[in-house]
């Protein structure tokens, strides 16, 4: 038999308005009698509805988090999900994650979900949705929405991001000032805006240079290992091979490194390798994977500062990508 509340204040001896005092952290209820409440919450196995209280208060201490499915795998989203779970924590906040799936309308209607929990506010990190679209979101209600990793123009203070693009020039400069010239890519998504971000800053700085660009040293991925892994074996077929391939991130590459790996290939001795996120396992690797370390935990810190409201202390935390130098680069300055 399910046990109420009532139940719960028959057993403490007080009213049930008292047993609701006491869930809802009230001071006004006697230190004894919350004891008395504390214990016949015990006795009796009752488990309050906290969800229907914060509704009925109109607020509630959780803060949504949007993300399509397609988007769990991978160490770059686990470690972006750990900062969010630690810092709401710190704030004394919930972190509730919802699907957005697979189109913009099951990303929407994962944002009204969340909206109709009554959340602090919630943060997004978009696949399908586009600009026009969230700023239609953020201004049709007062509850704080967070963008993560999408600049929505006429709602800058509503996005955290970092731009990839300085970044990436950083990581090509680097591997063109070690002697590099055959310089190969492996892109991810054709529609992600990193994606673009990154492969215009590959034609930029093989343009400073003066560097002709090979489409043969352009091979398109889609973020994973497996694509990475593809996309290489392809790079080996193409004559001159390249000397470096900078991978659009740390997954791609650890599939490219194990298909150098199989070909009998060393690294860097005989092909240089990079790639960005700065994953954890790039450290591990052998050589360690040089890579863009992407300020993830910093990003997550701002977004949920802003939802709490603390403005000035999130204007404080900089978002900018920078360089993680490790062995698999190697000089062939001659």
């Known amino acids: 038999m399910k046990v109420t509340m009532l139940d719960v204040a028959n057993k403490a001896g007080v009213s049930k308005a008292t047993v609701s005092r006491v869930l809802n952290k009230k001071d006004i209820v006697r230190p004894d009698l919350v004891k008395r409440v ?136 680097h591997i063109v000032q070690q002697g590099h010239r055959d310089i190969a890519i492996i892109r991810g998504n054709v529609n992600s805006t990193t994606d673009k971000q990154r492969y215009q800053a590959y034609r930029d700085i093989l343009y400073k240079y003066n560097i002709q660009i090979n489409s043969d040293y352009e091979r398109q991925g889609n973020w994973r290992p497996e694509e990475g892994y593809k996309a290489a074996e392809k790079l080996m077929e193409v004559t001159p091979r390249p000397t470096a391939v900078i991978a659009c991130n740390d997954d791609m590459a650890v599939g490219a490194i194990k298909a150098f790996h199989n070909a009998g290939l060393k690294l860097p001795d005989d092909i240089s390798i990079a790639g960005f996120d700065n994953s954890k396992m790039g450290e591990y690797l052998s050589p360690g994977l040089t890579t863009v370390r992407v300020p993830l935990e910093n990003m997550t810190q701002k977004a949920i500062l802003k939802i709490i409201g603390e403005h000035g202390k999130a204007d404080l935390i900089p978002t900018f990508g920078s360089l993680v130098l490790r062995e698999s680069i190697a000089s062939i300055k001659t």
Do not use: W
Not at 63 to 68: A, D, K, L, P, Y
Not at 84 to 93: K, L, T, V
Not at 143 to 165: A, E, G, M, Q
């Open 38 to 173: 504390f214990d016949a919450i015990q006795e009796t196995g009752y488990r309050p509805n906290i969800l229907a209280q914060n509704l009925a208060n109109r607020k509630t201490n959780f803060i949504g988090f949007v993300m399509s499915n397609v988007l769990f795998d991978g160490p770059y989203f686990s470690t972006l999900m750990s900062h969010s779970a630690s810092y709401c924590e710190e704030n004394n906040h919930q972190l509730v994650v919802i699907d957005g799936k697979h189109s913009k309308a099951e990303e929407r209607h994962a944002i009204n979900l969340l909206l109709d929990m009554k959340c602090a506010g919630i943060i997004v990190y978009p696949k399908f949705l586009n600009e026009q679209d969230l700023g239609e979101i953020i201004s049709g209600t007062d509850t704080p929405i967070i963008v993560l990793n999408k600049s929505v123009s006429d709602y800058s203070s509503h996005s955290v991001t970092t731009d990839h693009y300085p970044s990436a020039c950083l990581m090509m400069e």
